[in-house]
């Protein structure tokens, strides 16, 4: 059991937030303007939980697989 990183699409703005603090993990699917996780193993340096608590709209979440 582990757990993945997951973006909620029905709520994701496309703020680009997650990908500033995390350019490692997200990116911005720029042409339905929404984030998706592209390295689940990339973040090297917040654990993603910075990301988490500041996208505007919490659709950033660990998922228990
Ligand atoms: Fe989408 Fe949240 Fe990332 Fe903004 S911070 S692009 S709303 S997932």
Same mark, same amino acid.
């Given at each position: 059991?582990?757990?993945v990183l997951t973006i909620d699409e029905e709520l994701c703005i496309g703020c %680009?937030? #997650? @990908?500033?603090? #995390?350019?490692?993990? $997200?990116?911005?699917n720029e042409t339905i303007e929404?984030? $998706? @996780?592209?390295n689940q193993e %990339?973040?090297?340096? #917040?654990?993603?939980e910075e990301a988490i608590n500041s996208c505007?709209? %919490?659709a950033i979440s660990w998922v228990e697989e």
């Open positions: 059991m582990g757990k %680009g937030t #997650c @990908v500033e603090i #995390c350019p490692d993990v $997200f990116e911005l929404k984030a $998706f @996780v592209k %990339g973040c090297s340096q #917040c654990d993603c505007p709209v %919490g």
